[in-house]
C-alpha cells in the first residue's frame, strides 16, 4: 500500500487525478476501521491531512465555506453561533477523540445515511464543492448522496468544501441511539428556521438510503406560519401543528428493520423528534428560552 | 496440616488484609505500559490465522489448501488431518473439533490455520483456502431442537442436560397465582482484550505457551491430550489479560497457535481481531422461562414451577453446569415449600454458550424477580415487603434440600437497599443533557420522562459444585535479602483484573508479617490454581496462600526454638523478628534464615460437595452462596424509550473484604454489567448468524449510561472461609438487570419480559411473541 501526502491542495488533486482509485484520509475514523475490517484494501491512500488548504473556514458570498478537512472539534468551537445546527450535531458525534479526528467532509465521503452532520446540511441546504486539476462543480447536498456509502463523486474529484448559509433563526438536531453516548444513530432529525426567508428546513438521518427532507412538512409548517401570521407575530404554535409536523416528517421517511432498530421506532421516533425540535426552535425564536 | 492450632498474632504490617493495598498492575495498567498478550513478540516468530466457516450449519465435502500455500510468506496450512492426538476438546464434555472435519455445527467454526511471516500474508493465505460446503438448514430453535423429530446436531441427540428439582407437593395450590414467560439475550463478555497468545516451541519436543486465560491446568490437560504430547512437555505461562467474565474458560486459539508452532518449528503468536472475538468465544446462554407462582393471600410463597429452556448453541462448553445453577437458583432466595423445575441445555447450530458471570444464576434471577413484582402487584403488596416475607436465612431449606449454613442476610440487605436516601427528583438547572435519557444527544429537555423505582435481590454459588474437587494450589518461601525477610508467592491464579494478584500479596504479609511480598508469574510449574471464576479465587487461592504462609511460620517458629531452646509455641513473629513470649529473647528473620529460606506449597481444598438427583435435584451441591440486593433508579422518556439511569445503590455480603478498593471496583463493574444486560447488550443472531460482531453495534455502557453507585458493604463473615470471605465478583451482575427493568417496568406500566428492553419496547411497538 502506498501512502501519498501532498502538502498543497493542488499537489493533493494532481495526486487523485494521477491516481483515480486511490482513497483519500482525512480524520481516518471512518476509513481506518474499514481497513482493519479488512473491507477495503486500496493500493494508494492519499493522505490529506497535510493540505492547510482543506483544514480551514471562511466568510464567502455571506456563507460560510467549511474546508472539507475541518474536525468537529473545530466546528464546536468556532462555528456554533453561525452553524448552530451542524454544531449540535457535531457535539453528538463519537467521543472527544472522535470529534478531534473525525472531519464533515469524511462525514459526506462516507455518506452512510446514519452520518449526523448530514442531516443539518440537509436542513440548511448546503452545497457541496468537489474539485479536480480540470475545474469544480457546486451540488446541492441531496444530489451529492445518491444510496448507502455512494455518492456523485468522479475518480479525479476530491471534496473541496462545504457551503452553508448563516443561520438567521433557530436550528435543531436531535439523533436517537440506544446509549446514551458515542452511539449511530438509530434516526436523526435537523430543523433550520430561516425567518428572512419564511423558510424552514428538515433533514432526516439514518431513516432512508440516503439523509432525507421532509418536503411536505416543511410546506406544511410553512404555510401555518404564513396563514397565522407567526413569524411576525411570534405567537404560539398550536400543539396540532406541531403534531400534524411531527407526523409529516414520520411520513417522509423511508426506514428499514436493521440491527439498530425496526423501521417502526424509527418513524416513531422521528415524529417525536420532529415536533420537539419544532417546540425548541420556536420556543427560542419568540424568545422565550 | 497446620502446627499451630492458636493463630500466632502477627504484627502490624502495612498492606495487608483488609487494606486497599495498590495492586501490583495498577501503575503500568493505568500508563498503558502493562504487556497485555497482545503486545507479545519473539525473534522470528511467525503469524498465525484461523480460517472459520461462513456457515452456520454445513457438511465439509472437501478442502484443498494447494492454493493457500502457494501464498507468499506462507509456512503451514493445516487442518484436522494435522491435529496430532485428540481431534476433539472441551472442559466437560469433550465435543468440539480442534478443526472440523465433516460437518458444520455454528458459524466461525475454525476449519483450518495458516502460519505465515506477516499477518497480511497470513490472511490473504485464509482467503485462499478452498472448502466445499454443503450448505445445511441450521436448528436455531432450542425448543425445536428437543423435539423428537429434530436432527441430531451430535450422536448424543441434542439434549446437553435436563436438570429436575421435584421438592413438597406437586399438586398443592394457592390463593394467588401468576404465571409470565421471561427471556433474556445472549450476552457477550465484551472483554477489552481480544484472544491472543505465543506458542515457542521448546528443545525437549514441547512446547511454551504464553496465554491470556483463565485456568492453566485446565488448558494444559486439554492441550497435552489434542498436542499428543505427554503433559510435562506442555508449559503454560498467564500472559496480561484483558479481562475475561468466563470467556477465557474454553480454549480458543491455544492449540491451533501450538500446533502451527510445533509445526513449523517458529514461535507463532495469534490475536483474534475484535468481529473474530465475537466468534473465537463462548457467550452467555440466551433462555426462555415459563413461570408459574402461587401464593398465599398473605404473601407466603406456597410454590414456584419453573421451565427454563437454555440455548447453549452447538457445543457443550459449561452448559451442564449452567443449567444446573439455573435450577438450583431458580426460585431466587426464598423458602419457598413446593418446587418443580425442569431446565435443559441444549444443543443448535447458534453460536456456542457457556461460562459468564453470574453463570445460569443470571437468567433465573431475571425471570423470579420479575414474577416477584408480578406477585406483589396482584396481592397489592410493597414489592421488598413481599420479598422480605419470604426470605430465606441462616437455616432456610433450598428447594434442593441443601441447609443454607453461612450467613445469608436477604432481608436485611434488602432493608439496607430500601431505606438508602433517594436522590432528587427533578433536573440540574442549566439543562445538562448528560443527566437526561438520551444523553448528549439532545433529544429531551424534559418532555415526557417518568421516573421509575426498582429492587431486586440474586444469589448464587460460590466455587466449584456438584462434587468437582476444586482446589488451589500455592507455594511461599521466605527468604532474607540485603538483611531484610522476603517472601515469594507462586501460583497458577490467573489475574485477569479481578486483583487475585495483591489479595495474594496481602495474605502473606499477614500471615508472615513481611511487607516485602512477590508474586511471581503464573505459570504451570506449581499446581493448579482452578480457575478465576465462579467468585472462587480470593477464597481458594486466598485459602491457598494462606496454609502455605502457616506451614512456612510453623517452621520458622521450629528453627527459632531448634536454636534458641524451648517449644515453637513459646515464640511468636513480631515485626519482622522472632520473640520468646517466655524470656524474650529476640531474634531478626533475617539472622535465624541466613542464606537458607523456608518453603512450604499447599493445596486448599474447600468443603465436598455432592451430586444434584437427576430426578430431584436434591443434594448439598453448593460450598456457600453470595448474595446481593439492588435498587435501580431510573428517568425514562416514555415517548422515545431511552433511558437514563440515575443511580445504582446495592448492598452485598462480601464476608471479608481482604482489599476493599478491589471490592468496591468489582461491586461497580459487576452491576455496569447488569446494566448493560438490562438495556443495550444483546447479540442478535438471526438464522444462526451474530449480525452485530463489533462494538459499533454490540453496545456496552458508557460513563454516561452508568450512574454513580451506592454502595453498602456487609462483612458477615462464612466461618469455613479463610478471614470469612465470601466471593465479589458475580452477586453484583445478577440482581441488577432485574433492578433496572424493575424500575422501567415503575415508569412506564409496561410488561418488559425481555432482557434487554428496546426503546421499541418502552414505547410499546413490540408486542413480544411468549411462547
Ligand atoms: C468510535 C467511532 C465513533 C463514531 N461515531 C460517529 C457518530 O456518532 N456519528 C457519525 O456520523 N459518525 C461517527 N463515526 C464515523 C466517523 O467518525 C465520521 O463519519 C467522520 O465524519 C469521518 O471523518 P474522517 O475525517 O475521520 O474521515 P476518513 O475516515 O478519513 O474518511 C472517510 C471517507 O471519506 C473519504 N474522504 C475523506 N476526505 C475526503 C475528501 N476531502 N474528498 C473525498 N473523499 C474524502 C475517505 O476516502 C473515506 O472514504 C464514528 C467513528 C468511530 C471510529
Given at each position: 500500500?502506498?501512502?501519498?501526502?501532498?502538502?498543497?491542495?493542488?499537489e493533493?488533486?494532481?495526486?487523485?487525478?494521477?491516481?483515480?482509485?486511490?482513497?483519500?484520509?482525512?480524520?481516518?475514523?471512518?476509513?481506518?476501521?474499514?481497513?482493519?475490517?479488512?473491507?477495503?484494501?486500496?493500493?494508494?491512500?492519499?493522505?490529506?491531512?497535510?493540505?492547510?488548504?482543506?483544514?480551514?473556514?471562511?466568510h464567502?458570498?455571506?456563507?460560510?465555506?467549511?474546508?472539507?478537512?475541518?474536525d468537529?472539534?473545530?466546528?464546536?468551537?468556532e462555528?456554533?453561533?453561525?452553524?448552530p445546527?451542524?454544531?449540535?450535531?457535531?457535539?453528538t458525534?463519537?467521543?472527544?477523540?472522535?470529534?478531534?479526528?473525525?472531519?464533515?467532509?469524511g462525514?459526506?465521503?462516507?455518506?452512510?445515511?446514519?452520518?449526523?452532520?448530514?442531516p443539518?446540511?440537509?436542513?440548511?441546504?448546503?452545497?457541496?464543492?468537489?474539485?479536480?486539476?480540470?475545474?469544480?462543480?457546486?451540488?446541492?447536498?441531496?444530489?451529492?448522496?445518491?444510496?448507502?456509502?455512494?455518492?456523485?463523486?468522479?475518480?479525479?474529484?476530491?471534496?473541496?468544501?462545504?457551503?452553508m448559509?448563516?443561520?438567521?433563526?433557530?436550528?435543531?438536531?436531535?439523533?436517537?441511539?440506544?446509549?446514551?453516548?458515542?452511539?449511530?444513530?438509530?434516526?436523526s432529525?435537523?430543523?433550520?428556521?430561516?425567518?428572512?426567508?419564511?423558510?424552514?428546513?428538515?433533514?432526516?438521518?439514518?431513516?432512508?438510503?440516503?439523509?432525507?427532507?421532509?418536503?411536505?412538512?416543511?410546506?406544511?409548517?410553512?404555510?401555518?406560519?404564513?396563514?397565522?401570521?407567526?413569524?411576525?407575530?411570534?405567537?404560539?404554535?398550536?400543539?396540532?401543528?406541531?403534531?400534524?409536523?411531527?407526523?409529516?416528517?414520520?411520513?417522509?421517511?423511508?426506514?428499514?428493520?436493521?440491527?439498530?432498530?425496526?423501521?417502526?421506532?424509527?418513524?416513531?421516533?422521528?415524529?417525536?423528534?420532529?415536533?420537539?425540535?419544532?417546540?425548541?426552535?420556536?420556543?427560542?425564536?419568540?424568545?422565550?428560552? | 496440616?497446620?502446627?499451630?492450632?492458636?493463630?500466632?498474632?502477627?504484627?502490624?504490617?502495612?498492606?495487608g488484609?483488609?487494606?486497599?493495598a495498590?495492586?501490583?498492575?495498577?501503575?503500568?495498567?493505568?500508563?498503558?505500559?502493562?504487556?497485555?498478550?497482545?503486545?507479545?513478540?519473539?525473534?522470528?516468530?511467525?503469524?498465525?490465522?484461523?480460517?472459520?466457516?461462513?456457515?452456520?450449519?454445513a457438511a465439509?465435502r472437501?478442502?484443498?489448501?494447494?492454493?493457500?500455500?502457494?501464498?507468499?510468506g506462507?509456512?503451514?496450512?493445516?487442518?484436522?488431518?494435522?491435529?496430532?492426538?485428540?481431534?476433539?476438546?472441551?472442559?466437560?464434555?469433550?465435543?468440539?473439533?480442534?478443526?472440523?472435519?465433516?460437518?458444520?455445527?455454528?458459524?466461525?467454526?475454525?476449519?483450518?490455520?495458516?502460519a505465515?511471516?506477516?499477518?497480511?500474508?497470513?490472511?490473504?493465505?485464509?482467503?485462499?483456502?478452498?472448502?466445499?460446503?454443503?450448505?445445511?438448514?441450521?436448528?436455531?430453535?432450542?425448543?425445536?431442537a428437543?423435539?423428537?423429530?429434530?436432527?441430531?446436531?451430535?450422536?448424543?441427540?441434542?439434549?446437553?442436560?435436563?436438570?429436575?428439582?421435584?421438592?413438597?407437593?406437586?399438586?398443592?395450590?394457592?390463593?394467588?397465582?401468576?404465571?409470565?414467560?421471561?427471556?433474556?439475550?445472549?450476552?457477550?463478555?465484551?472483554?477489552?482484550?481480544?484472544?491472543?497468545?505465543l506458542a515457542?516451541?521448546?528443545?525437549?519436543?514441547?512446547?511454551?505457551?504464553?496465554?491470556?486465560?483463565?485456568?492453566?491446568?485446565?488448558?494444559?490437560?486439554?492441550?497435552?491430550?489434542?498436542?499428543?504430547?505427554?503433559?510435562?512437555?506442555?508449559?503454560?505461562?498467564?500472559?496480561?489479560?484483558?479481562?475475561?467474565f468466563?470467556?477465557?474458560?474454553?480454549?480458543?486459539m491455544q492449540?491451533?497457535?501450538?500446533?502451527?508452532?510445533?509445526?513449523?518449528?517458529?514461535?507463532?503468536?495469534?490475536?483474534?481481531?475484535?468481529?473474530?472475538?465475537?466468534?473465537?468465544?463462548?457467550?452467555?446462554?440466551?433462555a426462555?422461562?415459563?413461570?408459574?407462582?402461587?401464593?398465599?393471600?398473605?404473601?407466603?410463597?406456597?410454590?414456584v414451577?419453573?421451565?427454563?429452556?437454555?440455548?447453549?448453541?452447538?457445543?457443550?462448553?459449561?452448559?451442564?453446569?449452567?443449567?444446573?445453577?439455573?435450577?438450583?437458583?431458580?426460585?431466587?432466595?426464598?423458602?419457598?415449600?413446593?418446587?418443580?423445575?425442569?431446565?435443559?441445555?441444549?444443543y443448535?447450530?447458534?453460536?456456542?454458550?457457556?461460562?459468564?458471570?453470574?453463570?445460569?444464576?443470571?437468567?433465573?434471577?431475571?425471570?423470579?424477580?420479575?414474577?416477584?413484582?408480578?406477585?406483589?402487584?396482584?396481592?397489592?403488596?410493597?414489592?421488598?415487603?413481599?420479598?422480605?416475607?419470604?426470605?430465606?436465612?441462616?437455616?432456610?431449606?433450598?428447594?434442593?434440600?441443601?441447609?443454607?449454613?453461612?450467613?445469608?442476610?436477604?432481608?436485611?440487605?434488602?432493608?439496607?437497599?430500601?431505606?438508602m436516601?433517594l436522590?432528587?427528583?427533578?433536573?440540574?438547572?442549566?439543562?445538562?443533557?448528560?443527566?437526561?435519557?438520551?444523553?448528549?444527544?439532545?433529544?429531551?429537555?424534559?418532555e415526557?420522562?417518568?421516573?421509575?423505582v426498582?429492587?431486586?435481590?440474586?444469589?448464587?454459588?460460590?466455587?466449584?459444585?456438584?462434587?468437582?474437587?476444586?482446589?488451589?494450589?500455592?507455594?511461599?518461601?521466605l527468604?532474607a535479602a540485603?538483611?531484610?525477610?522476603?517472601?515469594e508467592?507462586?501460583?497458577?491464579?490467573?489475574?485477569?483484573?479481578?486483583?487475585?494478584?495483591?489479595?495474594?500479596?496481602?495474605?502473606?504479609?499477614?500471615?508472615?508479617?513481611v511487607?516485602?511480598v512477590?508474586?511471581?508469574?503464573?505459570?504451570?510449574?506449581?499446581?493448579?490454581?482452578?480457575?478465576?471464576?465462579?467468585?472462587?479465587?480470593?477464597?481458594?487461592?486466598?485459602?491457598?496462600v494462606?496454609?502455605?504462609?502457616?506451614?512456612?511460620?510453623a517452621?520458622?517458629?521450629?528453627?527459632?526454638?531448634g536454636?534458641?531452646?524451648?517449644?515453637?509455641?513459646?515464640?511468636?513473629?513480631?515485626?519482622?523478628?522472632?520473640?520468646?513470649?517466655?524470656?524474650?529473647?529476640e531474634?531478626?528473620?533475617?539472622?535465624?534464615?541466613?542464606?537458607?529460606?523456608?518453603?512450604?506449597t499447599?493445596?486448599?481444598?474447600?468443603?465436598?460437595?455432592?451430586?444434584?438427583?437427576?430426578?430431584?435435584?436434591?443434594?448439598?451441591?453448593?460450598?456457600?452462596?453470595?448474595?446481593?440486593?439492588?435498587?435501580?433508579?431510573?428517568?425514562?422518556?416514555?415517548?422515545?424509550g431511552?433511558?437514563?439511569?440515575?443511580?445504582?445503590?446495592?448492598?452485598?455480603?462480601?464476608?471479608?473484604?481482604?482489599n476493599?478498593?478491589?471490592?468496591?471496583?468489582?461491586?461497580?463493574?459487576?452491576?455496569?454489567?447488569?446494566?448493560?444486560?438490562?438495556?443495550?447488550?444483546?447479540?442478535?443472531?438471526?438464522?444462526?448468524?451474530?449480525?452485530?460482531?463489533?462494538?459499533?453495534?454490540?453496545?456496552?455502557?458508557?460513563?454516561?449510561?452508568?450512574?454513580?453507585?451506592?454502595?453498602?458493604?456487609?462483612?458477615l463473615?462464612?466461618?469455613?472461609?479463610?478471614?470469612?470471605?465470601?466471593?465479589?465478583?458475580?452477586?453484583?451482575?445478577?440482581?441488577?438487570?432485574?433492578?433496572?427493568?424493575?424500575?422501567?417496568r415503575?415508569?412506564?406500566?409496561?410488561?418488559?419480559?425481555?432482557?434487554?428492553?428496546?426503546?421499541?419496547d418502552v414505547?410499546?411497538?413490540?408486542?413480544?411473541?411468549?411462547?
Amino acid at each position: 500500500m502506498e501512502v501519498l501526502q501532498p502538502t498543497s491542495w493542488g499537489e493533493a488533486l494532481a495526486a487523485k487525478e494521477e491516481h483515480p482509485g486511490a482513497v483519500p484520509l482525512a480524520g481516518g475514523t471512518d476509513l481506518l476501521v474499514e481497513l482493519n475490517f479488512d473491507r477495503r484494501r486500496p493500493e494508494t491512500i492519499i493522505d490529506l491531512t497535510r493540505v492547510a488548504e482543506l483544514n480551514e473556514w471562511s466568510h464567502v458570498n455571506g456563507g460560510v465555506r467549511l474546508g472539507a478537512g475541518v474536525d468537529y472539534t473545530r466546528v464546536i468551537a468556532e462555528l456554533a453561533s453561525e452553524l448552530p445546527g451542524l454544531a449540535i450535531a457535531s457535539r453528538t458525534v463519537g467521543s472527544p477523540q472522535i470529534r478531534n479526528r473525525g472531519t464533515v467532509g469524511g462525514n459526506l465521503g462516507t455518506s452512510s445515511p446514519a452520518g449526523d452532520a448530514l442531516p443539518p446540511l440537509v436542513a440548511s441546504g448546503a452545497r457541496i464543492e468537489l474539485a479536480a486539476t480540470s475545474g469544480t462543480r457546486v451540488v446541492p447536498v441531496e444530489e451529492f448522496c445518491i444510496a448507502p456509502k455512494r455518492n456523485v463523486l468522479a475518480p479525479d474529484e476530491l471534496i473541496a468544501a462545504i457551503h452553508m448559509p448563516v443561520a438567521t433563526g433557530p436550528q435543531q438536531f436531535s439523533k436517537i441511539g440506544t446509549r446514551n453516548a458515542m452511539v449511530i444513530a438509530v434516526a436523526s432529525f435537523a430543523l433550520t428556521l430561516d425567518p428572512p426567508a419564511r423558510s424552514v428546513g428538515t433533514g432526516i438521518g439514518s431513516a432512508g438510503p440516503v439523509p432525507l427532507r421532509a418536503t411536505e412538512a416543511e410546506r406544511f409548517l410553512e404555510g401555518v406560519l404564513d396563514e397565522e401570521g407567526l413569524w411576525d407575530s411570534r405567537g404560539q404554535l398550536s400543539e396540532g401543528a406541531v403534531a400534524r409536523f411531527g407526523q409529516l416528517a414520520s411520513e417522509a421517511s423511508r426506514p428499514i428493520d436493521d440491527v439498530r432498530g425496526s423501521a417502526a421506532y424509527r418513524r416513531h421516533s422521528l415524529g417525536v423528534m420532529a415536533g420537539r425540535t419544532l417546540a425548541w426552535a420556536w420556543d427560542e425564536y419568540r424568545g422565550t428560552l | 496440616m497446620t502446627p499451630t492450632k492458636e493463630r500466632t498474632i502477627a504484627p502490624p504490617v502495612r498492606g495487608g488484609v483488609g487494606t486497599s493495598a495498590r495492586r501490583q498492575d495498577s501503575v503500568p495498567k493505568v500508563k498503558g505500559e502493562f504487556a497485555y498478550s497482545s503486545d507479545l513478540w519473539a525473534e522470528g516468530m511467525l503469524w498465525g490465522a484461523t480460517v472459520r466457516s461462513p456457515h452456520p450449519r454445513a457438511a465439509i465435502r472437501s478442502l484443498d489448501i494447494t492454493d493457500a500455500l502457494t501464498v507468499s510468506g506462507v509456512h503451514a496450512v493445516l487442518t484436522h488431518e494435522d491435529v496430532p492426538g485428540r481431534k476433539l476438546f472441551g472442559m466437560e464434555i469433550v465435543d468440539q473439533p480442534v478443526l472440523a472435519w465433516d460437518e458444520i455445527r455454528y458459524e466461525g467454526e475454525p476449519v483450518a490455520l495458516v502460519a505465515a511471516d506477516h499477518p497480511e500474508n497470513a490472511r490473504r493465505a485464509a482467503d485462499r483456502l478452498r472448502v466445499d460446503y454443503e450448505e445445511l438448514p441450521p436448528l436455531v430453535d432450542p425448543e425445536r431442537a428437543v423435539e423428537p423429530d429434530a436432527p441430531q446436531l451430535h450422536a448424543s441427540g441434542n439434549l446437553i442436560r435436563h436438570a429436575r428439582i421435584r421438592c413438597g407437593d406437586p399438586a398443592v395450590t394457592a390463593d394467588v397465582v401468576i404465571e409470565g414467560t421471561y427471556e433474556t439475550a445472549m450476552q457477550d463478555q465484551a472483554f477489552l482484550g481480544p484472544e491472543s497468545g505465543l506458542a515457542v516451541p521448546a528443545e525437549d519436543g514441547g512446547i511454551d505457551l504464553y496465554v491470556a486465560t483463565q485456568w492453566l491446568h485446565v488448558d494444559l490437560e486439554q492441550l497435552a491430550a489434542s498436542l499428543g504430547l505427554p503433559q510435562d512437555k506442555v508449559r503454560i505461562t498467564l500472559a496480561g489479560v484483558g479481562g475475561a467474565f468466563g470467556a477465557r474458560e474454553d480454549l480458543s486459539m491455544q492449540i491451533h497457535c501450538c500446533m502451527l508452532a510445533l509445526y513449523t518449528g517458529r514461535p507463532v503468536k495469534m490475536m483474534y481481531s475484535r468481529e473474530e472475538s465475537f466468534f473465537g468465544h463462548v457467550h452467555r446462554h440466551p433462555a426462555r422461562m415459563h413461570y408459574e407462582h402461587g401464593a398465599t393471600r398473605e404473601g407466603e410463597l406456597v410454590y414456584v414451577k419453573a421451565r427454563i429452556v437454555l440455548d447453549g448453541g452447538a457445543y457443550a462448553s459449561s452448559s451442564t453446569a449452567v443449567c444446573a445453577n439455573a435450577t438450583a437458583f431458580a426460585c431466587g432466595p426464598y423458602e419457598v415449600p413446593n418446587v418443580q423445575v425442569d431446565a435443559l441445555a441444549v444443543y443448535t447450530n447458534n453460536p456456542p454458550c457457556g461460562a459468564m458471570r453470574g453463570f445460569g444464576a443470571v437468567q433465573a434471577c431475571f425471570a423470579y424477580e420479575s414474577q416477584m413484582d408480578k406477585l406483589a402487584d396482584a396481592l397489592g403488596m410493597d414489592p421488598v415487603e413481599l420479598r422480605m416475607k419470604n426470605a430465606m436465612s441462616t437455616g432456610s431449606a433450598m428447594p434442593t434440600g441443601q441447609i443454607v449454613e453461612g450467613p445469608a442476610p436477604v432481608a436485611e440487605l434488602l432493608r439496607r437497599v430500601k431505606e438508602m436516601s433517594l436522590p432528587p427528583a427533578g433536573h440540574d438547572a442549566p439543562l445538562d443533557l448528560r443527566s437526561l435519557p438520551g444523553g448528549v444527544s439532545n433529544t429531551t429537555h424534559g418532555e415526557g420522562i417518568r421516573r421509575g423505582v426498582g429492587y431486586a435481590i440474586g444469589f448464587k454459588n460460590i466455587a466449584f459444585s456438584e462434587g468437582s474437587d476444586d482446589f488451589a494450589t500455592a507455594r511461599v518461601r521466605l527468604f532474607a535479602a540485603g538483611g531484610e525477610p522476603q517472601v515469594e508467592v507462586h501460583s497458577a491464579a490467573a489475574e485477569v483484573g479481578q486483583g487475585v494478584g495483591v489479595v495474594q500479596i496481602q495474605v502473606a504479609r499477614t500471615e508472615l508479617g513481611v511487607e516485602r511480598v512477590t508474586l511471581l508469574p503464573a505459570d504451570t510449574t506449581v499446581g493448579s490454581a482452578g480457575s478465576s471464576s465462579a467468585s472462587r479465587q480470593t477464597w481458594m487461592t486466598g485459602g491457598a496462600v494462606k496454609s502455605a504462609c502457616e506451614a512456612v511460620r510453623a517452621r520458622l517458629l521450629e528453627r527459632a526454638a531448634g536454636e534458641l531452646g524451648g517449644s515453637p509455641s513459646d515464640f511468636s513473629m513480631e515485626g519482622g523478628k522472632i520473640v520468646s513470649q517466655t524470656n524474650g529473647i529476640e531474634v531478626s528473620i533475617a539472622d535465624l534464615l541466613g542464606r537458607d529460606s523456608i518453603e512450604e506449597t499447599r493445596e486448599y481444598r474447600h468443603r465436598k460437595t455432592y451430586p444434584m438427583d437427576p430426578e430431584t435435584g436434591q443434594g448439598d451441591a453448593h460450598v456457600a452462596f453470595a448474595f446481593a440486593a439492588h435498587r435501580a433508579i431510573v428517568d425514562v422518556d416514555t415517548e422515545l424509550g431511552l433511558v437514563r439511569v440515575v443511580e445504582l445503590a446495592t448492598a452485598q455480603d462480601v464476608g471479608k473484604a481482604i482489599n476493599p478498593l478491589s471490592v468496591e471496583g468489582q461491586i461497580e463493574g459487576g452491576s455496569a454489567q447488569g446494566l448493560g444486560l438490562a438495556l443495550m447488550e444483546e447479540i442478535q443472531v438471526s438464522n444462526g448468524r451474530i449480525r452485530n460482531p463489533s462494538f459499533t453495534d454490540y453496545l456496552i455502557p458508557t460513563v454516561l449510561d452508568m450512574p454513580p453507585m451506592k454502595i453498602d458493604v456487609l462483612e458477615l463473615g462464612d466461618p469455613e472461609a479463610p478471614y470469612g470471605v465470601k466471593g465479589v465478583g458475580e452477586a453484583p451482575t445478577i440482581s441488577s438487570t432485574p433492578a433496572v427493568i424493575a424500575a422501567l417496568r415503575d415508569a412506564t406500566g409496561r410488561a418488559l419480559e425481555r432482557a434487554p428492553v428496546r426503546p421499541e419496547d418502552v414505547v410499546g411497538l413490540t408486542e413480544r411473541e411468549v411462547r
